[in-house]
């Protein structure tokens, strides 16, 4: 059953739009920016907070800048589709850094798709050999390599609304 979504006003939508663009902005800045006083707006994140529609704020990283020069779409397949196996192989993943996400998916062979960052080759070898392979119950894993980043976005389409 679908949860009933939060009714937003063009405000609302302004707000997060720019909270999108730009997560580091003082309440006074983006009153400016979608037309508010600051109080209003300050009311307004507060519930858009409350309500869970805005989960945090972070600051983005380059990975690049930082030397974490490849990037990999790992499917993973398990040997059983339990749910022991399953959250057994989400708590390990979980903890590994070198995930920046973890998917349960459907439609293909895999039963998982990961990104993984890690500086290069060598690091994604001992990665998987030292890592995901070791994880009962992973019985496949294929690897593709990306090349360039089209779109690499964090916002979500607020087109919808």
Not at 16 to 41: K, T
Not at 109 to 129: T, W
Request: with cysteine.
């Amino acid at each position: 059953m679908r949860q009933e979504s939060l009714k937003l006003d063009r405000f609302d939508q302004r707000i997060l739009a720019a909270l999108q663009r730009d997560g580091s902005l003082s309440n006074q800045q983006l009153a400016e920016e979608v037309g508010l006083s600051p109080s209003p707006c300050s009311r307004r994140v507060q519930k858009l907070e409350e309500a869970g529609v805005i989960r945090g704020r972070a600051v983005l990283l380059n990975p690049k800048a930082l030397g974490l020069d490849l990037t990999v779409l790992v499917q993973i397949s398990m040997d059983r589709h339990t749910p022991e196996r399953f959250e057994h192989f989400e708590t390990t993943v979980a903890g590994y850094e070198e995930v920046q996400w973890c998917y349960l998916i459907t439609g293909q062979s895999a039963d998982y798709l990961l990104k993984v960052i890690v500086p290069d080759m060598d690091h994604y070898q001992q990665f998987l050999l030292n890592k995901i392979t070791r994880i009962e119950g992973v019985s496949g894993v294929h690897s593709s390599f990306v090349m360039r980043k089209v779109v690499d976005s964090t916002a979500v389409p607020l087109g919808y609304l």
